[in-house]
């Protein structure tokens, strides 16, 4: 069993930044992809960024403004999110598939607006 527990949203301006965060309640390998997703009013959840094995791929929608990456030693993913667009409001959420199981956490509101 893995506890996600995403933090880092809220409210910022277009062109502004957050960065997100996911913390699991055990030490996950490289090997296991980590990722976030993230699903507006209205919309099916769809992956934004994954991690796995220090490989790193992006949605089109995100590319050269978000960063995934993981800090081993405190068993957090984070995603830093540059250059936002009200398109990028949505609920996110962080996922990964260990051990042939799939966990989610709660997700975390990220509302882009001025």
């Known amino acids: 069993q893995v506890q996600l527990v995403e933090s880092g949203g809220g409210l910022v301006q277009p062109g502004g930044s957050l960065r997100l965060s996911c913390a699991a309640s055990?030490?996950?390998?490289?090997?296991?992809?980590m990722a976030w997703y993230r699903q507006a009013p209205g919309k099916e959840r769809a992956l934004v960024a994954i991690?796995?094995?220090?490989?790193?791929n992006y949605a089109d929608s995100v590319k050269g403004r978000f960063t995934v990456s993981r800090d081993y030693a405190k068993n957090t993913m984070y995603l830093q999110m540059n250059s936002l667009k009200p398109d990028d409001t949505a609920v996110y959420y962080c996922?990964?598939?260990?051990?042939?199981?799939?966990?989610w956490g709660q997700g975390t509101q990220v509302t882009v607006s001025s």
């Open positions: 055990k030490s996950i390998s490289s090997i296991y992809p």
């Open positions: 991690i796995s094995s220090g490989t790193t």
């Open positions: 996922n990964v598939i260990y051990v042939g199981s799939t966990y």
